[in-house]
């Protein structure tokens, strides 16, 4: 019987599409209904020590293909989100729990607490590219990544998650640091560090100037970092970059992704992206005689069967 | 980008912004204003198609900002977006407090131009902010003026008068915007009758297109589920008249 079911590290997936960080995850009750959409997962909104405003307006950038976004990492702090984590629980799906930090400490200290909380897994946010002095810098050499997941798997009862930058010349060397860390898996891509100028205002039109491009402009390469990945560990990875139906999931589970998160489409497809992209790609797999998900993953590395 | 074409006083401290080109929108939609190098933020437009308009209270910086702006000079907008209000029935009631008109003034003469019967109640704290008095009338609305000074039409709050004009006539829909504890009045009149009520809600909006989280209203979002709202919706809100969340995501008394 072919089905969609995904087991991650122990944890069990109804299906492999997981809502990304930062998409209409910082309140229980949103990510409550992106599981009634049919998430099969979701990722929280990346929190931090402190409660954070984020950055001004204008933090949000349409493009033709793709967002580009200086939201700032807006959140409520770690001793406020319990009760959110609480809440998310109630949509009954698997709940990870995503969180930045300043410092390899920092983040260390986040991540024992976010999962203390009751999450099912910890995403280490390595990678955000418009927040000075959080994210890209504590994951942009092999050896800080390295550092920060071991320090981080110290205080983590569930799988620890580390989600990478393409911002960077050699994502599988950071995938190995995060590997020899002792990361459980490996989250891949974040947004790509990006500009938009208005020229009739002169200016750069985010207000932090530079932003993080997603959706589907930069799946190629997120597609191409994830099969780079998969050669260079043996941990799972999630591929995670401008997915918007069933045939681009595919291409990143071909490329060796375990499961999928999805962000953008939310914007550009609203919630029904998750069952939409579920079913075409069970259709996919039942035309071209797949039965399971991991029967697929990694099929395009010519050195698989 | 957009050139301002006029800029107008209404009210000493609420002013028009008409502009040159085109927005296509309902009622109750908005867009997204970016005054360069100030803010950006959400604005319902208060005139649609050629020479749209936006009808703002200038309040904090950014509208400040605005303010200072002069015809020919040109302002960011991208929308229109949300869910605006849609007519339902023939016999209809708006209520508008403050600035909350200036969706509603947009609103009505669409109804009546679909031959629907409007009655409007504007509230407003004294007679000299009541905005869109005129264009009501002229529009063809029977109109019944609240101020909270009573300086004209009836003292005190629009929901009362609103109470009043349902105890006497039927109306088929209630249409709202203003402030909250206003909106939650009106649900409560429409549930004690028989009419239904689409409101329009205020969150704190920053992406404007439905992934932020920041307008988020018991798992829905003013930005893309709303800013209009229905009855059925608006009475499974707990928040509503009770709290909102706050620029960093907490929940904060409203």
């Not at chain 1, 920060?148 to 799988?159: D, E, I, L």
């Not at chain 2, 609240?146 to 009836?154: K, L």
Request: proline share 5%.
């Amino acid at each position: 019987m072919t089905h969609l079911a995904v087991d991650i590290c122990g944890i069990h997936l109804k299906n492999p599409t997981i809502l990304a960080a930062g998409i209409l995850d910082e309140t229980g009750k949103s990510m409550i209904e992106v599981a009634k959409a049919g998430a099969g997962a979701i990722v929280t909104k990346s929190v931090g020590r402190e409660a954070r405003s984020g950055h001004p307006n204008p933090s949000i950038v349409e493009l033709h293909d793709g967002l580009l976004n200086a939201m700032g990492l807006p959140n409520p702090g770690i001793d406020y989100f319990a009760d959110e984590i609480k809440e998310a629980k109630k949509g009954g799906v698997p709940i990870i729990g995503s969180v930045f930090g300043g410092t390899e400490d920092e983040i260390a200290a986040l991540a024992g607490q976010m999962s203390g909380y009751g999450v099912d897994a910890v995403e280490l946010n390595l990678s955000c590219p418009h927040a000075k002095g959080f994210g890209a810098e504590l994951g942009s050499t092999p050896e800080i990544v390295e550092v920060v997941c071991r320090k981080s798997k110290k205080g983590v009862s569930v799988p620890l998650f580390a989600k990478l930058t393409p911002n960077t010349s050699d994502i599988a060397a950071l995938a190995k640091g995060a590997e020899r860390g002792g990361a459980d898996g490996i989250v891949a891509i974040n947004t790509l560090k990006g500009m938009a100028i208005q020229p009739q205002a002169r200016m750069p039109i985010l207000a932090n100037r530079v932003g993080g491009l997603s959706g589907p402009a930069i799946r190629p390469i997120g597609v191409r970092c994830v099969y780079e990945i998969f050669e260079a560990v043996k941990i799972p990875v999630i591929g995670v970059g401008g997915i918007t139906s069933g045939m681009d999931a595919l291409e990143y589970i071909m490329a060796g992704a375990s499961a999928v998160q999805i962000g953008t489409a939310v914007w550009s497809e609203g919630l029904e992206v998750f069952s939409r992209t579920s079913k075409e790609m069970l259709r996919f797999m039942v035309e071209n005689g797949f039965e399971s998900v991991p029967d697929m993953v990694g099929v395009a590395h010519p050195d698989r069967p | 980008m957009f050139t301002i074409k006029e800029q107008l006083d209404e009210t000493p401290s609420i002013k028009t912004i008409r502009f040159t080109g085109e927005i296509s929108a309902t009622p109750g939609q908005f867009v997204m204003v970016w005054v360069p190098g100030v803010d950006e933020f959400p604005m319902s437009l208060s005139y649609e198609g050629e020479e749209f308009g936006i009808t703002y209270q200038v309040l904090g910086d950014g509208t400040k900002a605005l303010a200072n702006k002069k015809p020919g000079e040109k302002i960011g907008i991208r929308g229109p977006y949300g869910k605006g209000f849609a007519i339902r029935g023939k016999r209809l009631l708006v209520v508008g407090g403050g600035t909350g008109m200036a969706p509603l003034g947009l609103f009505i003469e669409d109804a009546i131009e679909h031959k629907e019967s409007v009655t409007a109640i504007i509230g407003a704290r004294t007679a000299k902010e009541l905005l869109f008095e005129s264009r009501t009338r002229k529009a063809g609305a029977d109109v019944h003026i609240t101020t909270d000074d009573g300086s004209t039409g009836s003292k005190g709050l629009a929901t009362q008068r609103a109470s009043d004009i349902l105890a006497k006539d039927k109306f088929d829909m209630m249409y709202a915007c203003g402030p909250e504890m206003m909106v939650v009045g009106l649900l409560n009149l429409a549930q004690g009758k028989s009419v239904g009520l689409q409101a329009s809600l205020e969150r704190l909006m920053k992406c404007g297109i439905g992934i932020c989280d920041s307008c988020a209203l018991d798992g829905k979002h003013v930005c893309r589920d709303g800013p209009v709202f229905t009855d059925k919706e608006l009475k499974l809100f707990e928040q509503l008249g009770k709290t909102k969340l706050d620029v960093t995501g907490r929940k904060t008394p409203l």
